[in-house]
């Protein structure tokens, strides 16, 4: 399993997706693809992308009881896409069901990421709205625990986390990290961010990178800049 760049593809309309992709000839970046533009185009957006010849990461957060997230899990498995994800909220018991539910009758199945806590939710709101006391470091590290516990391939969390959750975890145990950014580029409204490098050398799997690619003047070469950086 070998590190790489996905470009996360926040557009709400296949026309600027596709245009987008279009951008890139002769080369087959992964590709996110998130809520907005799932349901905005369906699954026809994804079996579009994925006949261009793209691995994709289909980032729908999947959390509901676990009958429900199984089938649904089942649903998504005949997409063919390559990785998933779901919140370690919804319990070991929804994300077995998840593991169950996407597994291919010919036994293959796409990477089943989890969700730990959201990076916009803060300490402070944990412990006064969800009633979690623990430190949100180390409910990070427990939801991780329990991800892998349920057989599940790895976590979405930041590149700071990702050598903490190796440690926990296993060396095999993917990191998926967004807040990415160049080192001389704008931040955004990412708070903790690393560049391209910093990632690789702290040991992320996998760094999932938007905005510095999609709002690029030259997208093709921010790419480039983030695989060479990173996957060396
Ligand atoms: O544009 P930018 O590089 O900030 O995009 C990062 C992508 O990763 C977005 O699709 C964002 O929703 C996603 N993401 C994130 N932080 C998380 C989980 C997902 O930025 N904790």
């Known amino acids: 399993m070998g590190k790489d760049v ?17 951008r890139f000839p ?3 970046p992964y590709v996110k693809i998130g809520m907005e533009l799932f349901y905005a185009e369906g699954p026809s957006i994804v079996k579009e992308i994925k006949a261009r010849g793209h691995k994709i990461f289909l ?3 999947l959390h509901d009881i676990p009958n429900t997230v199984k089938k649904s899990m089942h649903v998504l498995s005949r ?13 070991r018991a929804m994300m077995e069901g998840a593991l169950e539910g996407v597994t291919r009758p010919d036994g293959t199945r796409p990477l089943v990421i989890a969700v730990t806590q959201l990076t916009s939710t803060s300490e402070e709101r944990m412990r006064e709205e969800l009633l979690i006391n623990a430190p949100i470091d180390q409910t990070v590290m427990h939801y991780a625990a329990n991800a892998a516990k349920a057989g599940l391939d790895g976590v979405v969390c930041s590149p700071m986390e990702a050598g903490k959750v190796h440690e926990t975890c296993g060396a095999g145990f993917l990191t998926v990290t967004p807040g990415i950014r160049f080192a001389d ?4 409204d ?10 690789k ?11 510095p690619i999609t709002a690029a003047a030259d997208p093709v070469a921010a790419y480039e800049r983030c695989v060479a950086e990173f996957v060396g």
């Open 201 to 211: 050398e702290i040991g992320s799997d996998y760094i999932v990178v938007g905005r």
């Open 79 to 91: 997409l063919d896409v390559d990785m998933v994800n779901l919140h370690a909220a919804g319990t």
């Open 26 to 28: 002769g080369k087959k």
């Open 59 to 61: 980032d729908l957060k």
């Open 185 to 188: 580029g704008e931040k955004g």
């Open 190 to 199: 990412q708070v903790r961010v690393t560049t391209p490098a910093q990632a």
């Open 6 to 22: 996905i470009i996360a593809c926040d557009f709400s309309s296949k026309e600027e997706t596709l245009a987008f992709l279009d």
